[in-house]
């Protein structure tokens, strides 16, 4: 059974850093992407971030590029989402996803499948507040 936990979520001030964690079990994480994504309250559930569990091949939003960093430890079955420099707009829910990782992703990139319409499994999500 896929399974998905995300945690380290919390009240981070504008310009701190907070690091994400998303535990997987149930599939190795070799053969899977794992996505970050979000959603702020009003707004849709928006990408922010995806990494090939075979080859670190990683994807960021433009609002996220250089600020927020994923990797991956897949003997912990483990992935991170370090965030620097937040800023109040990144505040939301943030969840990670996986889906298995395709031929032609692995020929292409991950940014090919870094859409919430891709994934099939979800965490519960962890609440991410950035404030003063």
């Known amino acids: 059974q896929v399974q998905l936990v995300e945690s380290g979520g919390g009240l981070v001030q504008p310009g701190g850093s907070l690091t994400l964690s998303c535990a997987v079990s149930?599939?190795?994480?070799?053969?899977?992407?794992i996505g970050w994504f979000r959603q702020a309250p009003g707004k849709e559930r928006e990408e922010v971030s995806c990494?090939?569990?075979?080859?670190?091949?990683?994807y960021y939003a433009g609002s996220v590029q250089g600020r927020f960093t994923v990797s991956r430890d897949n003997a912990k079955s483990s992935v991170s989402l370090q965030m620097n420099s937040p800023k109040p707009e990144d505040t939301a829910v943030y969840y990670c996803a996986a889906r298995l990782l395709d031929l032609q992703t692995m020929i292409t990139s991950v940014q090919t499948v870094c859409v919430e319409s891709q994934f099939s499994s979800w965490g519960q999500g962890t609440q991410v507040t950035v404030s003063t």
């Open positions: 990494i090939s569990g075979r080859d670190g091949d990683t």
């Open positions: 149930g599939f190795t994480l070799d053969y899977y992407v």
